[in-house]
């Protein structure tokens, strides 16, 4: 695998990863919703956290290339006829 594979490969585990840690807060969102937390936090914080880790997920796991191209540039290749006449 090239250098840039392995980039858009990483882009994507960081993206189930978050949507991993967004499905978990899911779980705290129904925890505090049913009184099973004793501070005073708000359900809906959870469930927005929630949505905003599943919509970034859902970026870096669908567009990964798109991203990676962005940021990380492969080097232009040069037309075959050319590396022949090089001897390359």
């Known amino acids: 695998m090239s250098s840039f594979q392995w980039f858009c490969l990483s882009l994507r585990i960081i993206g189930v990863w978050t949507l991993v840690s967004g499905l978990e ?8 919703a049913h009184g099973h ?8 914080a959870f469930v927005n956290q929630t949505v ?12 990964a290339p798109a991203l990676a191209r962005m940021v990380y540039r492969q080097p232009e290749r040069k037309p075959a006829a050319e590396t022949e006449e090089n001897g390359l």
């Open 25 to 32: 807060m899911l779980g705290s969102a129904y925890n505090v």
């Open 37 to 44: 937390s004793g501070s005073g936090y708000d359900a809906w």
């Open 52 to 63: 905003f880790h599943v919509v970034i997920a859902a970026l870096l796991i669908g567009l």
